[in-house]
């Protein structure tokens, strides 16, 4: 069975339409798919309308940037209402928050150098959400880098210029919303924050005690041993199993839909919960 549960549309940082996204999912034979774009539900109604037309078992479910002391993190809401309104009101005050930080990480290039970083990058973008993604494929588009990690490394982290700090809403709040939905709430990468892994159990077990329901053991580029070790901590935390390929569509990202190492994953698989 192949199961998809982290993918992106144009409604946040991805190029394809939920459609598209819907139709490449059948095309690579997934059994369930979720859309989960960043801090946005509005593409969820079209991919699921075409998702039962094409017979795919759909999850609705939202990415949602959070704030846990001083580590961001992303986390996944599995199952949700889109018509919740906490829910609702907490991703209008992260997109506000997004809204602004587009606008001073433009500011911020510009005084490195790169004029006009804001409108060019703006022009990637569908929505008026634009992410460090969407600047990332800018910088790739004028040549200034040559692909993601080297932006990244250059200009998005530490004290780089366009590493502008963002206050997301707490995990705690991030959580209830989800919860407040009716959905499951999953720590999205947990490997890709870097952590020790004292400091990484010490994350989870902070996000479980106010409500965590689960970890992404499983994305595109898990090996063996990344495998086990999300799986051993989320067995320690007593926390569910569930996998994403993180597919944004970008041309030069070689993840691909549906595309994640096949894994056993038991009765602890989030699916059995939804």
């Not at 780089?160 to 206050?167: F, M, Q, W």
């Not at 490997?191 to 004292?198: E, I």
């Not at 993180?246 to 070689?254: C, I, K, L, R, T």
């Amino acid at each position: 069975m192949i199961v998809d549960l982290h993918t992106h549309s144009y409604y946040s940082d991805g190029v394809l339409s939920p459609k598209d996204i819907v139709m490449k999912a059948v095309n690579a034979g997934c059994h369930f798919l979720s859309l989960t774009d960043h801090d946005s539900i509005e593409g969820l109604k079209e991919a699921s309308i075409c998702s039962k037309d094409l017979n795919l078992n759909f999850i609705q479910g939202v990415e949602i940037s959070a704030k846990h002391l001083s580590q961001s993190i992303h986390i996944v809401g599995l199952g949700v209402n889109p018509y919740n309104k906490p829910l609702l009101d907490g991703l209008m005050k992260n997109n506000k928050l997004r809204i602004n930080r587009a606008k001073e990480i433009g500011k911020s290039l510009a005084h490195a150098g790169i004029e006009n970083a804001y409108e060019k990058t703006k022009s990637l973008s569908k929505t008026k959400y634009i992410t460090r993604t969407h600047f990332a494929q800018m910088m790739i588009k004028e040549k200034i880098c040559n692909n993601l990690p080297s932006v990244f490394k250059k200009y998005m982290t530490g004290n780089k210029p366009g590493a502008v700090k963002v206050d997301w809403a707490s995990s705690v709040e991030v959580i209830n919303w989800i919860h407040q939905s009716g959905g499951l709430a999953i720590l999205a990468h947990p490997l890709r924050y870097k952590l020790t892994l004292t400091k990484m159990k010490k994350l989870v077990s902070e996000l479980k005690d106010i409500g965590l329901d689960g970890i992404e053991i499983v994305n595109s580029f898990s090996s063996l041993d990344d495998i086990a070790k999300s799986k051993k901590i989320a067995d320690e935390y007593e926390l569910l199993y569930s996998c994403g390929s993180d597919f944004h569509g970008w041309p030069n990202q070689s993840i691909e839909l549906g595309k994640i190492p096949l894994y056993d994953y038991g009765k602890k698989f989030v699916l059995n919960y939804l």
